[in-house]
């Protein structure tokens, strides 16, 4: 399997980006904007899924139609980082509905999760009977996300 974007080429590339942004292309579609047939989109296609660059396929949801529009971020600070304190942290946290993602860090603390509620008391509940709850958790801070400027699905690596 191939590691890195390196090996994509022009004509991947741009499968790609169509398909990032709109996965519900139909074949005949996305064999017209990159300008190859549809067998040869297609085979592209099945190669780039079984090679990892396509994961699956999904409904982009809207989070404020749902009722979830408060977004926080929160540091989060283990009071252990031996193995098992991670491994038990990271279980725990792929188990919270409304941990959105959840990034190990190098630096002054330990993780950055996405927190997504309905509202501010929402938020203040889950993180006081949940984030707070999880495994060898010592300490969070919270940011409050104002306004979402920008939020996607990565695609520099596409340009080229």
Do not use: W
Request: hydrophobic share 45%.
């Amino acid at each position: 399997m191939t590691d890195t974007a390196d090996h994509l080429d022009r004509i991947d590339r741009r499968i790609l980006a169509a398909l990032a942004r709109d996965a519900r292309l139909s074949m005949a579609a996305l064999a017209e904007k990159v300008g190859l047939s549809k067998t040869p989109v297609q085979t592209r296609v099945k190669r780039l899924e079984g090679e990892g660059y396509i994961l699956g396929y999904h409904a982009a949801l809207n989070p404020e139609r749902l009722g979830l529009a408060q977004v926080a971020f929160v540091q989060v600070t283990l009071g252990s980082t031996a193995s098992e304190a991670l491994e038990a942290f990271n279980r725990a946290v792929r188990d919270v509905p409304e941990i959105e993602a959840c990034h190990m860090i190098a630096g002054g603390f330990d993780y950055l999760i996405k927190v997504r509620t309905r509202d501010m008391a929402a938020y203040r509940r889950t993180l006081g009977d949940t984030i707070a709850a999880l495994p060898h958790v010592a300490q969070t801070s919270t940011f409050m996300v104002m306004e979402s400027v920008k939020d996607s699905a990565p695609t520099a690596a596409l340009r080229g």
